[in-house]
């Protein structure tokens, strides 16, 4: 036997006991992998099940409705409405590459920009890429079908009025946050309580089972407000169309019911689109009837008369000599000159000088006494962020024409719903009522701070305001008796009183009789040759209180007859001004 012969001898003999190990090899593998298999079922199957159910079992949050915010009469001022958001696992749609183009396109977003989020954000597995679609792309990602794209429902705030209440509501974010406004006063009421879903998902993050429901959504509370959305309308449409005539720099309203102290208007320009609001800036956003002190200039006058009235020195029919519209030095001047006026005729030609002389007369601690009870120098307690609280320097530090320039609406600040609330004591006899945004059921008996008589009498004296003869013709409303004050006042700068920029003011109440409307207005650097109170505000104020009286069905209270040299009004005598 040659030597090939003998090797494949050999290889015969010895192929059973290869056989024979290789069959062993695999029964111990299959030993082995059955007692492990045993072990993972049996000894570790807790442990294996938990962490299986931690890569597919979730607990994730489910949105709560934002709660509606509505007017007085439950009409919609800002509404959620349930839209998707876009959302991505970029661990898996890295590996699809090629669908980026068709996603970026969808979303409307350069493929660059997709890539730069996505890149950095590798390890994660929950990224938003677009908040609060529209339903058509809504649509278009559905049917696309991308690997690791997803949609998720969120809600959206809506805005019904738009502007003409946005600097009063403000907005939310895009996590249904408030930022502004009510929006953000009240966030804690409207925001809700977000709910717990226990969910399994796929490896692409896709809920594909709710097991069970952990926490259900609470949603947020409905905000009833005090606005009437009707007067709201025509208050920012005459406002706006005023501002735009007058090439002003802005203006504002604020109307309150006197006899509840609920806030029924409140307007702002310029203002802003809440539902689209891209390129605007943040000034835009404040709510300027809370926010902007002003000097009340001649609006003040009312209460240096009711100073004057209770220190027992002057009555309404009292005569001051007002020097021709010049005293002290020219230091204060009238716009016309007058003679003698009674107080009541100071009030209706607004003389600086005889308020002046009023104020001279009477102790200081007095004159700061009245407006301080009438809440000069304090917040009005409105429910809206950002009020600022005027300024009245205590007596004590008055100097030299501190007291002059005080009298007649200088020297002291404050903002339009300060003003307005003021104004609402001499509206309602003396009785000063707590200002609020939120509708009442049952509104506060507010607190008296003015005689009655006192503020009887003034109420009285304002009337020949807005008749012929008075300062604020313009604020007249037909059918109705109207008590106001107009206002102009020098713009203050950096550098002192401007010669050529005001804002011009006036602030009043209707029906007279028995006041329910107590409404400001102020117009912010009115451009051209007429920017008196009288000619630019008191016509607004006018306008839009002859459509209060028809929304609110007020009962008319004029009586036109004049006989001489009075005017008799609806039982009311007012003094005619004293040659």
Not at 79 to 95: A, D
Not at 117 to 132: A, E, M, S
Not at 478 to 485: C, M
Not at 514 to 537: H, K, M, N, S, W
Request: glycine share 8%; hydrophobic share 40%.
């Amino acid at each position: 036997m040659n030597g090939r012969g003998q090797l494949w001898a050999s290889m015969a003999r010895r192929l059973p006991r290869r056989r024979t190990c290789v069959m062993a090899g695999f029964l111990l593998i299959a030993l082995v992998l059955t007692e492990h298999a045993v072990n993972l079922q049996l000894t570790k199957r807790d442990f294996l099940q938990s962490h299986g159910d931690a890569r597919s079992l979730r607990v994730i949050a489910t949105e709560a409705h934002r709660g509606m915010i509505t007017d007085r009469n439950g009409e919609p001022l800002a509404i959620s409405t349930p839209v998707n958001s876009v959302w991505v696992n970029p661990t898996v749609l890295i590996e699809h590459k090629d669908r980026w183009a068709e996603l970026a396109k969808i979303l409307e977003l350069p493929k660059a920009e997709l890539a730069a989020r996505l890149q950095p954000r590798r390890p994660k597995t929950y990224v938003y890429l677009r908040r609060q679609i529209s339903p058509d792309i809504a649509h278009a990602v559905t049917a696309a079908a991308i690997p690791g794209v997803n949609l998720t429902n969120e809600y959206r705030r809506y805005y019904p009025a738009g502007e003409v209440a946005a600097n009063l509501l403000g907005f939310t974010n895009v996590d249904d946050r408030g930022q502004e406004g009510i929006e953000l006063a009240f966030d804690a009421t409207l925001h809700g309580t977000p709910g717990l879903d226990r969910v399994i998902q796929d490896r692409l993050g896709r809920v594909v089972e709710h097991v069970e429901r952990v926490r259900p959504a609470q949603p947020g509370q409905d905000l009833a407000l005090s606005i009437d959305r009707r007067l709201q309308y025509f208050a920012y449409r005459e406002l706006k169309t005023a501002v735009t005539q007058r090439n002003a720099v802005g203006g504002l309203m604020v109307i309150l019911d006197a006899q509840t102290g609920e806030v029924l208007a409140m307007v702002n320009q310029p203002s802003y689109n809440p539902n689209n609001r891209g390129q605007l800036r943040g000034e835009n956003f404040r709510n300027r009837t809370v926010t902007d002190l002003f000097e009340p200039g001649s609006t003040i006058k009312p209460f240096t008369v009711a100073a004057g009235l209770e220190s027992g020195l002057f009555k309404p029919t009292t005569v001051i000599n007002c020097e021709q519209g010049s005293f002290r030095g020219h230091l204060v001047k009238d716009v016309h000159p007058y003679g003698l006026l009674s107080v009541a005729g100071v009030i209706q030609k607004s003389s600086n000088v005889g308020v002046t002389k009023i104020a001279l007369a009477i102790e200081p601690e007095q004159f700061w006494d009245v407006l301080n009870r009438s809440g000069f120098g304090q917040a009005s307690g409105v429910e809206l962020p950002g009020e600022i609280t005027g300024r009245l320097e205590p007596y004590r530090n008055w100097r030299g024409a501190d007291v002059v320039s005080l009298s007649y609406g200088y020297f002291t600040n404050l903002t339009a719903v300060q003003l307005a609330r003021a104004y609402g004591v001499l509206a309602t006899g003396g009785v000063q009522r707590p200002v609020t945004i939120i509708k009442q059921d049952h509104p506060a008996l507010g607190a008296r701070v003015m005689p009655e008589a006192t503020a009887l009498a003034v109420r009285q004296m304002m009337q020949a305001v807005t008749e012929v003869g008075g300062t604020a013709k313009a604020a007249a409303v037909e059918g109705y008796l109207v008590a106001g004050k107009t206002g102009t006042v020098k713009k203050n700068s950096e550098r002192g009183y401007t010669e050529k920029s005001y804002r011009s003011i006036f602030a009043g109440f209707m029906p007279a009789s028995a006041p329910r409307l107590i409404g400001v207005v102020v117009i912010d650097d009115p451009q051209g040759t007429e920017y008196y109170g009288g000619l630019v505000a008191a016509p607004v104020f006018a306008s839009v209180m002859h459509e209060a009286a028809r929304l609110f069905n007020l009962t008319p209270d004029r009586e036109v007859a004049e006989d001489g040299d009075s005017v008799r009004l609806a039982g009311w005598s007012v003094p005619a001004e004293t040659p």
